[in-house]
């Protein structure tokens, strides 16, 4: 992609995108990262079997693995770390200059800092279903199966990642850990503290949003992201988009079957320490599923803002002070 940086993407199916280390070029002097190489760079792998394939006369089971990429960094200097922010990007490590430049800062306030480089490899695999009408309530089974399992992916990582860093570092294993999203990031926040919720001591979300399935279907980034289909004339060569009334009826029936969308999982985190940045514009993760994700946390403290989506991460920079204080404020000062 021309992006000069020690990682890289390769994809691995529709939808499935991998981090690879690109190794130097030959005879080429290397160039520095100017934070340095991360203390850890591991990834958390599972599996799971997906089917059988034949192979001749013999059967063989196939699996697809799942993989996702952290780096883990201490404070910058010689600080002694006050705690770990676990830090979840938008959808394919996005939008990383700014990361990289709200990492350093943590970092230079004395947190160390465990990234998520992008989600899970197959968090946007390109599904597709076909509805024909009277099939709605089954077709949104099927989807809160896929959503609600990929969103899982990512609580099993981030959890898993946490108590390994935990177990390299263990004069941290006592210090908060305070989990930071961004857009997709933020989206499934809930459901990560949800799935091991005595790791983490509060949490802040920028621009994120319950109702994957809206999100999907009413999203600006829809098309770009590419993760999902739903077809209602399976005869016709193109695909054919549902009428807004079916769509709104596979919305709520989605709802009603899901288990880990954040609307759900969002009653784990009540009385938790909460902070919500919210562009009241934003069209790709609307801000209307702001909103909803806002009254399911039960309205914890949340800066607003008259912008969309891409304006307040481009703003976020100016803003990393006030939320590292926040963060400070509620799980360090607090205590003391």
């Known amino acids: 992609m021309g992006v000069d940086r020690p990682y890289k993407f390769q994809a691995e199916g529709p939808g499935c995108y991998l981090f690879v280390h690109q190794q130097p070029i030959a005879n080429e002097e290397p160039k520095k990262n100017k934070d340095g190489e991360p203390e850890l760079f591991f990834k958390f792998i599972s599996a799971q079997m997906t089917g059988v394939i034949q192979n001749g006369q013999e059967y063989e089971e196939q699996i697809e693995l799942e993989r996702t990429w952290f780096t883990y960094r201490s404070p910058r200097g010689e600080k002694e770390s ?12 996005t939008p990383e200059p700014v990361i990289d430049g709200v990492e350093r800062y943590l970092r230079s306030k004395g947190w160390s800092v465990l990234r998520m480089l992008s989600h899970p490899s197959r968090f946007t695999q390109r599904s597709q279903y076909g509805l024909e009408e009277g099939d709605e309530a089954q077709v949104a089974k099927q989807i809160a199966e896929m959503f609600d399992t990929r969103t899982a992916e990512a609580a099993y990582a981030s959890s898993s990642a946490l108590r390994f860093v ?13 989990l930071l999203g961004m857009s997709g990031g933020a989206m499934i926040l809930p459901s990560v503290y949800s799935f091991d919720p005595s790791l983490y001591s509060a949490g802040v979300m920028v621009a994120g ?26 005869e016709e060569p193109e695909i054919q988009k ?13 709802l009603a079957k899901s288990k880990l969308d954040s609307l759900h999982t969002a009653e ?26 806002y009254e399911a946390l039960g309205k914890p403290e949340r800066w607003v803002y008259p912008v969309g989506h891409e304006l307040i991460f481009a703003a976020l920079p100016m803003q990393t002070p006030k939320i590292e204080r926040w963060i400070r404020g509620q799980v360090i000062e607090s205590d003391e």
């Open 242 to 254: 549902p009428g807004k009334k079916q769509i709104k009826e596979l919305v709520d029936l989605y």
């Open 166 to 178: 935990h177990e390299r570092f263990p004069e941290n294993a006592q210090k908060p850990a305070v």
């Open 82 to 93: 006050v705690g770990t922010i676990v830090l979840m990007p938008g959808m394919f490590g």
């Open 209 to 234: 949003g319950g109702n994957f399935l809206e999100i999907n279907t009413r999203s600006n980034y829809a098309k770009w992201i590419d993760a999902l289909d739903i077809d209602a004339d399976l």
């Open 268 to 293: 784990s985190m009540l009385g938790v320490p909460m902070l919500m940045l919210h562009g009241s514009s934003d069209k790709a993760v609307p801000a209307s599923t702001g909103d909803a994700l």
